[in-house]
């Protein structure tokens, strides 16, 4: 996993990318598909496709912390498009509410090679709650390659 924090003046901003070893019909689904990240994503206690209406997706997902925190809960709006002539998938969400100053991010789904697919993840968070920001941003992308790894075993349907 390639991974690169960028500045910001509270919370985290990264970008990260890896080529994931299964095809991008079965990579998109998984990082698109809110409903579902409960069940494999990192810290993820519970999640939920709120609306639909076309590519547009309203999710409701809330993040385990460690005690004393409270959990992270956020509403977001995602909007999921296909790129020109089969070039990938995109997913671009950003906070409709719940406890963070800022949450926005997004994930590209590009065809990298027979049965490979190259994911890029962007996020730019700021939980509104009292932690260091050195903190924040070692948790966040610390958890990366995690992520990354738990995408790809899924998109493999192990």
């Known amino acids: 996993v390639v991974i690169v924090t960028l500045p910001t003046s509270s919370g985290v901003k990264a970008w990260a990318a890896r080529v994931i070893r299964a095809p991008m019909d079965k990579v998109w689904p998984t990082v698109r598909d809110c409903q579902h990240f409960h069940e494999f994503m990192p810290r993820t206690k519970n ?23 409270s959990n ?3 509403t977001t709006r995602a909007t999921n498009t296909a790129l ?3 070039q990938g998938y995109e997913r671009k ?6 406890n963070y100053k800022r949450n926005s991010g997004s994930w590209e789904i590009k065809p990298w090679g027979e ?7 962007q996020i730019d968070v ?18 990366l390659p995690d ?4 995408i790809e075993k899924r998109a493999q349907g192990r």
């Open 47 to 69: 999640s939920r496709l709120v609306t639909q209406n076309g590519t547009t997706m309203i999710c409701e997902v809330e993040i385990s912390m460690p005690f004393p925190l």
């Open 72 to 74: 992270l809960k956020a």
């Open 84 to 86: 020109p002539e089969g």
């Open 93 to 98: 969400w950003a906070l409709v509410r719940g």
């Open 115 to 121: 049965g490979t697919t190259l994911a890029v993840y």
């Open 126 to 143: 700021d939980p509104d709650m009292m932690v260091p920001d050195a903190i924040l941003r070692k948790a966040q992308t610390g958890s």
């Open 147 to 150: 992520l990354f790894t738990v």
